[in-house]
């Protein structure tokens, strides 16, 4: 029984290409001349394109402690300094005056408490012998108690001013690194940070050997983007050559621009060679995913469709292509369902809307119930294994210079070449790519 079935398949088939055959003859009769490609073999990727600023993983803001003018500079820009360096020097003239007198407020203090010191002793002593009154000892130990508190208040006013004098008045750098941005020059007054006018005097970059991108990527793209994801990159100033890099960090804070949701996302990079600078843009791409050692077309090679033959040929050519793909038990569904429709509705032999459908359906092979030898390469990035099947049509010449088509799966697409399923002997096949105009 299944012998019977599958000659009755194979002659229908038959049956079909030859009365396919007779009712093209004298059909392609329209001139035309076409470009060709090839199917060929290498890797293709997938991938998201966005624009990026270049900028140091750290940076570090110097502002001043206190306002004053600066008297010298001792580093520039793209200096190399360690923690502790000193940076600029500000004016301590005034400073050291305002000393002087805090000196000599200190000085009094003390006088006046010692001198109170000593008077309350005694009056500690009168009272022993009750010869004052409680009070007159209560009022003299107030008195010695305030004239301590004066003294330590102009001590650590002192203090303070030694403490500008001989730190705050010298900034330091708070890192190890490299001077980015210098905003000061000598004879320049600069404000303390603790005024809302204050500014940065220096800016600092703790490392230029690793790098990160900021780029922003549209809200219909950012779910492609993953921790550890590689990506390449590419310079206006260093044409030819390309960056690599992965995805560090996505942040989730959305940045909207007339109405557009876009993210950022940190790109670490290495600058080992210095190449990479500070505030360079940049051309970045995503690979979502990418796939090695595979046959793959043109993308205008898989829109072509013949102009020289009418639309019932071109479905029927299709649908005989589409028998190939499938094993016997799928073609034999696939010729009943076409009659079917052909006898109850007169639809053209050639529909045939659920072929992917019926592909998807049996056997254990990628196509349903044949495995093409070429089978998908090495793949990276694919997101799950669900498989989306997707056909389409390759045209090419044959000997006799008649039309053919062949139908494939296609996986991943660049935007100008897609990967396709195919037996590994259409490799270096010439395809049409277009008809010329």
Known sequence: MKTEALAKIALTVLVLAAIFSNSCTGRNTKAATYDFTNITRGTIERTISASGTINPVSTVRVLPQMSGKVERIYVDFNDYVRKGDVLAELNTDMLRLRREQQHATVVKARANYELQLVNYQNQLLLAERNFISAFELKTSETTLNNLAADLAVAEANLRSIDTEINQFAFITSPIDGIVLDRRINAGDTVVDSSSS??????????????????????????????????????????????????????????????????????????????????????????????????????????????????????????????????????QQLAIEAREARVQNTGASSGSNPSLASLMMGGGAGMMGGRQFAGGPGSRQGQRDNTPQIVMRNIWFMGEDGRLYVIEVQTGISSGTFTEIYAADELEGKQIILRERI
């Open 197 to 330: 006018t204050s500014s940065s005097i220096f800016t600092l970059a703790e490392n230029l050997m690793e790098m990160q991108i900021e780029a922003l990527v549209g809200e219909l793209d950012i779910a492609w983007m993953h921790r550890g994801q590689a990506v390449r990159f590419t310079l206006e100033s260093m044409p030819g050559r390309v960056f690599l890099g992965e995805v560090e960090n996505l942040r989730m804070i959305p940045a909207v621009t007339n109405n557009v949701v876009s993210y950022t996302v940190i790109v670490k990079v290495e600058n080992t060679d210095g190449s990479l600078l500070p505030g360079m843009t940049c051309a970045v791409d995503f690979i979502v995913e990418q796939s090695r050692n595979v046959l793959m077309v043109p993308n205008a090679a898989l829109r072509y469709q013949p102009t020289s033959l009418d639309s019932e040929t071109i479905a029927e050519m299709i649908f005989l292509a589409s028998l190939e793909n499938m094993n016997s038990e799928q």
